[in-house]
């Protein structure tokens, strides 16, 4: 015997309703691919690519708390913005992001990061200037390649020197889409 | 790896022992009145969920806040409040029906905190998340049932 969806659906809703849970995640299909997305109540913690939902669980539940459900209705502004910005609608995410659990510096170089504009590139020393380490170019690269909120942190914005795109988290398929997108690149 | 078990997300918990909840709720309640308690039951295990200490005896934990959701049920209707559930082993420890003979006859808060305690071994804390109360509760109401049990047996 399973648990009828809708009773299912019910305990998830009102567990989220009764403001119990330390994260509320789902899985949003987009054309990337399934994105594994997670809020807390101060706003959105995680986006992964090719998600492993149960390494993930185990990661929210160290970084904010135990209480993970996975709640799809929490989850509706993220996967209405996402859905505009991957449909050429939407330029700027308009969500709160919580990025308890990451280094100061890491916090530092994505706030950085959070001001490169849609349509834009910027190299990794660029940032590492910004952030106020010019010397810092390949910490910035790990930092963007451990960018808990890719998309919304706009990490696909960063590029080698020579303008060549080097890297990505979701690869590189990924981060030639959405630069072509965003009509940064042709 | 960590010889304690980690506590596993909450996600992981429901998904695993749902179906057995919800087995056991209607049984206890009939399929109507099963619903509203499954719910319950979850929520309650939420609320006490960040309270755990450790991941021993999880599937023991939640079927008895089913079982005290259901006596609450029962109560509330004014009816008797039945039978306890049959629970098979438990990691090789006493399952619930073998204290059942001992404890059927006290009142339900102490009968479960009775079996809880020497039947599953857990601690009072974990009893008073249970059965939504305070460990101090818990281990009066521990100690209350032993001691009506002792008088019981003179």
């Known amino acids: ?153 706009p990490c696909h914005r960063i590029v080698g020197a020579s303008g060549s795109l080097v890297g990505y988290g979701g690869g590189l398929e990924r981060k030639e889409h959405l630069l072509r997108l965003e009509g940064a690149i042709l | 790896m960590d010889a304690v078990a980690t506590i596993p997300p909450f996600e992981s918990f ?27 039951t979850f929520l309650r295990a939420l609320r006490a969920y960040d309270r755990l200490r450790h991941a021993d005896h999880l599937r023991a934990w939640v079927l008895v806040i089913a079982e005290r959701v259901a006596i609450d049920t029962h109560r509330r209707a004014g009816e008797p409040t039945g039978e306890l559930p049959e629970l098979p082993h438990v990691d090789g420890r006493p399952a619930y029906e073998e204290l059942a003979f001992l404890t059927d006859t006290l009142p339900p808060t102490e009968r479960a905190a009775v079996v809880l305690r020497y039947g599953y071994d857990l601690d009072y804390e974990q009893i008073a998340a249970a059965l939504d109360s305070s460990p101090d509760a818990a281990r009066q109401a521990t100690s209350s049932g032993v001691r009506r049990l002792r008088r019981r047996a003179q």
């Open chain 2, 14 to 40: 429901y998904t695993e022992h749902a179906a057995e909840v919800l087995r056991l709720l209607r049984r206890r309640l009939g399929r109507e009145r099963a619903d509203d308690a499954f719910q319950e």
């Open chain 1, 1 to 153: 015997m399973t648990v009828p969806t809708d009773l299912d659906q019910r305990f998830r809703d009102a567990a989220d309703r009764a403001g119990m849970l330390d994260a509320a995640y789902d899985v949003i299909d987009s054309e990337l691919g399934p994105l594994l997305a997670a809020v807390t109540d101060r706003g959105l913690a995680r986006i992964t690519y090719d998600p492993d939902p149960e390494q993930e669980l185990e990661r929210l539940a160290r970084v904010a708390g135990t209480r993970v459900l996975r709640v799809p209705r929490a989850l509706d502004e993220t996967r209405r913005e996402l859905e505009d910005y991957l449909a050429g609608r939407r330029k700027i995410f308009d969500l709160e992001l919580d990025l308890r659990g990451q280094a100061p510096f890491a916090v530092a170089v994505l706030d950085e990061l959070a001001r490169v504009p849609y349509g834009q590139t910027a190299t990794y020393g660029d940032l590492a200037s910004r952030a106020g380490n010019p010397r810092a170019a390949r910490a910035v690269g790990m930092v963007m390649n451990r960018n808990p909120i890719p998309i919304v942190l």
